[in-house]
């Protein structure tokens, strides 16, 4: 295929999976068609993202969109562009000008015949600039500062300091700034910054569907782990990452292969992003999780009564900075202005116009080098651990923890983020900006963030300091046997739940005046605690551990709070249930929590019933916790069917290693994407990547990788050239056009 902007052919070999192997003889013609190959086959997915992630989706869906775009559109990078794209390395902004020129490729072919994605939806692609890499929509919505400071401000309106500090784990104490009023944070103040980044969503196709969703919010986990040499039955590492996402179609990653003359290195990218985020090159591997660091902070400021455009900064008021931007909406000829506001502090995003308050979001990501993922770049020709440790300096959005493994052997772990240092306080509450005394006072650095070299156990492993997933994986590690490839698989589909095995044995004290629950307390009490397809037992569990958490936050709390707190401080109930105490319960604190228990019990068994038939009519756990990758074309029956993929019953829930969960019983997280890199031998490497690497209906790659992943499979990941060659479907040579 001739296509302008090559220096020199490249040959593009699609394995028999739909991983493109992609060789060129240049860095510049490498990325170019990384940019082409990725558009053409998920261009729909890249174009929604990119208007989602700008604050543009007003443009198409009308000015239902225009709230949310605007505060969208507060949150994205505006300092210096030089410093930006040096903080990634010297040569990102010639790799981001050649993928994006790759894309334009691509483009500009699909504006003449548009793929039928853009058809349905009503509009046509545009082309790209190097810029529209540089977003900061995915790193906000990951991170999550701001949105816990205003619960736990909420929190403490409720209960005041002390019972507040009581009741939320350790880790993170709320300190009481002085001069903040906790009660002036409501509800609203989160709302404002929830609709940062919200999903786009369709309510019509705009076009007739001629042949032929729901998007969840970005819910993030995983794990990843490694094992040493003296550890691997292979005699070198044996690393495993799965990233808990979204399980959506497209697939919120893409697998690639890419090699030029400095560049040999395969995994999972964003298909809107050049290189690999997650993989491993000639020498090193790696996998990631994301990381609670608190890189976000709220700010309440006074208002100067007389100048809503001024705030009070240590006894004057001081002018904030106002700039207007404008907004097409759909159906409009000419567009709508909007402002954006900054006091020294951050960005404006609420105003409370009775109290004269407004509030502010300080985040790193105003800092250069702070787009999601695109310092994985440097990460992507590091030769060794100590190099790739060095390489995570640019790594600084979105907070992640790291594992990896080179090929002499070395082992182990980093967290990599923008995290500040603050003074006065600790950041877990909202600070008064007046004041002066709650600034931030330079950055961390990688050795003062958490992390693991040379561990003498033989083994890392991060779980985003979930308590179940990684006391399971502790458990299983601290056994001191050996592992194979074929472990690590049957690791990442543990279903096994470390939280049952410690509540289950509570229920033996439930006594509850109705056989149909005590016979249901009789499975779990002969439940193996694995959370498979086929058990009754583990969907009254998962059911029951459901509705015990948010009993027990209802016993403390309000409604709104209860459901919150339950998301956020999940790990408090196991030790609360465990060791009660007047903390949680009153009374007689063990009578109290089996009475409690019992009420559970009896609450999910009539929920249970409710599905679809007795406890005991031999329904399973996978009937009802089934995923389906969702589409969001897939608003008709006929869309369905051309775009959806699934159901299938998944194992699991959101505390086993096999981390699956989502709203009420359906499961829209989990691990789309997983692999184990085997470093003895490249070729032995293994990946999953449902459904598919393709976002169009009409390619055999759209959905062909499900049935793989539903069934717990894996296939190849092919590394060297005659393993490359010996998987291959097809061969594309892209040539210069004369």
């Known amino acids: 295929m001739a296509v302008d902007g090559l220096s020199a052919p490249v040959r593009v070999v699609r394995d028999r999976f739909g991983v493109p192997h992609i060789t060129a003889a240049t860095t510049d013609d490498l990325f170019f068609a990384q940019g082409y190959v990725q558009a053409g086959d998920r261009l729909f997915q890249m174009d929604l993202r990119r208007r989602a992630v700008q604050g543009r989706l007003a443009e198409v869906f009308g000015v239902n969109f225009a709230g949310r775009d605007a505060a969208t559109r507060r949150m994205q990078y505006r300092g210096d562009l030089e410093a930006e794209w040096a903080s990634y390395g010297s040569d990102t902004r010639a790799i981001a000008t050649a993928f994006v ?77 002085a001069g903040l009023d906790p009660q002036v944070v409501t509800y609203a103040v989160g709302d404002a910054l929830r609709s940062v980044g919200t999903a786009p969503f369709f309510i019509r196709l705009d076009a007739p569907l001629s042949r032929s969703v729901r998007l969840e919010p970005d819910l993030t986990g995983s794990n ?86 001024q705030v009070e900064d240590r006894g004057r008021w001081t002018n904030t900075t106002v700039v207007t931007e404008s907004m097409w909406l759909k159906g409009r000829t000419v567009p709508i202005t909007f402002d954006l506001e900054y006091t020294p502090r951050g960005v404006v995003f609420a105003v409370d116009s009775e109290k004269n308050l407004a509030f502010v979001v300080r985040w790193s990501g105003a800092e250069p080098g702070t787009a999601g993922e695109l310092a994985s770049l440097a990460l992507n020709r590091t030769a060794s651990a100590a190099e790739f440790r060095a390489a995570l300096e640019r790594w600084k959005m979105p907070p992640a923890e790291f594992v990896f493994a080179d090929r002499d052997g070395v082992i182990g772990s980093q967290v990599a983020a923008r995290v500040p240092i603050r003074s006065g306080w600790n950041g877990a509450l909202p600070a008064p900006g007046w004041t002066g005394a709650f600034e931030w006072k330079g950055w961390r650095t990688l050795d003062e963030l958490p992390h693991d070299a040379r561990p003498a156990a033989g083994y890392v492993a991060s779980a985003n300091r979930s308590l179940a997933r990684t006391g399971r994986l502790h458990d299983v590690f601290e056994s001191g046997r050996t592992f194979t490839l074929d472990d690590f698989k049957d690791l990442q589909h543990d279903v096994l739940s470390w939280t049952a095995e410690r509540l289950v044995p509570l229920v033996v004290r439930v006594r509850v005046d109705r056989e149909d629950v005590m016979r249901a307390r009789q499975q779990l009490l002969s439940w193996d605690r694995k959370v498979t397809t086929d058990s009754v037992a583990a969907a009254i569990y998962v059911t029951w551990e459901r509705t015990t958490r ?81 589409h969001p074309l897939a608003i008709t029956d006929a869309a369905r069917r051309l775009f959806a993929v699934g159901p299938f019953a998944r194992a699991g829930y959101a505390d086993t290693l096999m981390s699956t969960s989502g709203p009420g019983f359906e499961a829209t997280v989990g691990a789309s994407f997983s692999a184990i890199f085997d470093l003895a031998d490249w070729d032995r490497s293994v990946a999953q990547n449902a459904p598919g690497q393709s976002g169009s209906p009409a390619s055999p790659h759209f959905g062909d990788l499900a049935k793989l992943w539903a069934a717990g499979e894996y296939f190849p990941l092919p590394f060297s050239e005659a393993a490359v060659q010996a998987q291959a479907e097809s061969v594309l040579t892209l040539v210069p056009a004369r």
């Open 224 to 309: 990843a782990w490694v094992v040493s040499a003296r550890r691997s039955a292979t005699g070198a590492p044996l690393l495993a990452t799965d990233p808990h996402r979204t399980l959506a179609n497209p697939s919120l990653r893409y697998l690639v292969h890419l090699t030029a003359p400095g560049w040999n290195v395969i995994g999972a990218t964003a298909p809107w992003l050049p290189g690999v985020v997650i993989g491993h090159n000639d020498r090193v591997a790696w996998g990631m999780t994301s990381f609670p660091a608190d890189v976000q902070n709220v700010y309440v400021e006074r208002l100067n009564p007389a100048n809503r455009h």
């Open 550 to 630: 948010r009993m027990m936050a209802e016993q403390r709390l309000e409604s709104d709070l209860a459901a919150e707190f339950v998301s956020r401080a999940g790990d408090v109930f196991v030790a609360a249930l465990t060791a009660p105490s007047r903390r949680w319960f009153d009374g007689d604190v063990i009578r109290s929590r089996d009475a409690l228990l019992g009420r559970a019990l009896t609450a999910a068994v009539d929920e249970l019933r409710a599905q679809g038939g007795p406890v005991e009519a031999g329904w399973s756990w996978g009937r009802l916790h089934t995923t389906t990758f969702g």
């Open 101 to 177: 020129r790759g894309i334009n490729a691509w483009v500009a072919v699909a504006q003449e015949r548009p793929p039928q994605e853009f058809v349905l939806a009503g509009w046509r692609p545009e082309f790209w600039r190097p810029e529209d890499l540089l977003n900061r929509t995915d790193a906000f919505t990951s991170a999550d500062g701001a949105l816990a400071e205003v619960f736990r401000a909420r929190l403490v309106a409720s209960l005041g300091i002390a019972r507040a500090r009581a009741l939320l784990p350790a880790e993170i104490p709320p300190v009481m700034p």
